[in-house]
């Protein structure tokens, strides 16, 4: 048992990409003596998880899975669902570096001591990282995770996103888009080098597949930029002038860029649109006012200047696009700071990867079930204070 992880982590590396829930059946078998294994997926609403293994789970047992496997997922620890007599079942998140995939399923003869569940733990975190690697490689996963089919644009959309969150010691980052299966130009993206996090959100304009092309060109002009060194500003510079010579102007994207020094809690930002900022602090919602610039792309070769402020050690900041700050359900106000501010105050006790989703499940229910009718971005950002390497 005492090799389970090393023995597992080889046969999930000879393993083809499509094939790793099975590669890790065999091995946690013959290394825990598993009476059996499955891999559960989280959809792209984060709205249930979906068996790998055994997709024709019959109702009740998948039910009764779904429920331990939920509270795992959402609590990020094991879960052990032992009966009096006979197997235990043991649930593990399926998460790399913050980003939670699913929930791995082991079931055992009998209840784990702290050793196997810590042994099981490594293993899950060696499947992780493996099918974090295999999603570029293969299908499977991602025809798991969808319940329906997605439109072309939001196949673009979810392509083009680094993650849906991301953890550090020093940070939590996360974020959702809606509608998850037929989102058009709203977007969000992050990228974390050494102690500067650079996240973006893109409000963009139009529907449909025009709108993810324009975000794709935006994302892919503002991570030319910055991979090539260039700050805030150059990725914007840049990103508007490549919009605009394809455009000429009729086009534009409303976008905002931070980038957050992940040990001093300083932000710069460059608002270039419509995305809005709310800081919650303690229990108190506060817009997070920043001198709007022209959108990128309205004009040839627009200059662009930096703002800063300062985040204080607990602070949790989110960026909505207007698809969520001015959606507007007929016969209704506008969603706008009262509901916002309520629905963000609501997340407090909350992690920034359930955060994300209460914001949407509130938007949603004010839409009263149905269809958005915007794109709606909500990023959610957690500074915990500097911290050092040993996390302490």
Request: hydrophobic share 40%; charged share 25%; glycine share 8%.
């Amino acid at each position: 048992m005492v090799d389970a992880p090393d023995v597992v982590s080889r046969a999930l590396r000879e393993a083809p990409p499509d094939q790793l829930a099975e590669a890790a059946d065999r091995a946690i078998r013959s290394t825990l003596g598993a009476v059996r294994t499955d891999v559960f997926v989280a959809d792209y609403r984060i709205s249930g998880l979906w068996p790998v293994l055994d997709p024709d789970l019959p109702a009740a047992g998948f039910l009764a899975c779904h429920t331990m496997a939920q509270r795992c997922f959402s609590s990020q620890q094991p879960v052990h669902d032992a009966a009096e007599e006979g197997p235990c079942r043991l649930y593990l998140p399926l998460t790399v570096w913050g980003e939670r995939l699913g929930v791995l399923m082991i079931e055992l003869t009998a209840a784990p001591g702290p050793a196997v569940t810590g042994v099981a733990t490594d293993i899950a975190g060696a499947l992780a990282v493996a099918m974090r690697a295999a999603d570029r490689e293969t299908d499977r996963y991602r025809r798991v995770r969808r319940r329906e089919r997605l439109s072309m644009a939001a196949e673009m959309q979810w392509d083009l996103l680094p993650g849906r969150s991301v953890a550090h010691r020093t940070f939590h980052l996360a974020g959702q888009l809606e509608p998850a299966y037929t989102v058009g130009g709203d977007h969000f993206d992050w990228s974390l080098d050494s102690d500067r996090l650079t996240v973006t959100v893109l409000n963009g304009e139009g529907s449909g597949l025009a709108a993810s092309l324009l975000t794709a060109v935006t994302v892919n002009a503002m991570r030319n930029a910055r991979r090539s060194g260039g700050g805030l500003v150059e990725q914007a510079e840049l990103a508007s002038d490549t919009v605009f010579y394809q455009h000429r102007g009729r086009r534009h994207v409303a976008t905002l860029l931070l980038e957050l020094d992940t040990g001093t809690g300083r932000i710069r930002a460059v608002d270039a649109g419509s995305p809005q900022m709310f800081r919650l602090r303690g229990a108190a919602v506060e817009p997070l006012k920043l001198e709007q610039q022209l959108p990128l792309g309205m004009f040839a070769e627009t200059r662009y200047e930096l703002q800063e402020f300062q985040l204080a050690p607990g602070d949790r900041v989110f960026v909505v696009s207007d698809g969520v700050w001015a959606a507007e359900p007929p016969g209704q106000e506008p969603y706008g700071q009262r509901m916002m501010a309520r629905s963000l105050r609501a997340t407090r006790l909350q992690p920034a990867t359930e955060a994300v989703g209460t914001v949407m499940r509130e938007l949603h229910a004010y839409h009263v079930d149905s269809d958005l009718r915007d794109d709606a971005v909500v990023v959610c950002l957690d500074w915990h204070g500097p911290r050092d390497r040993d996390g302490g």
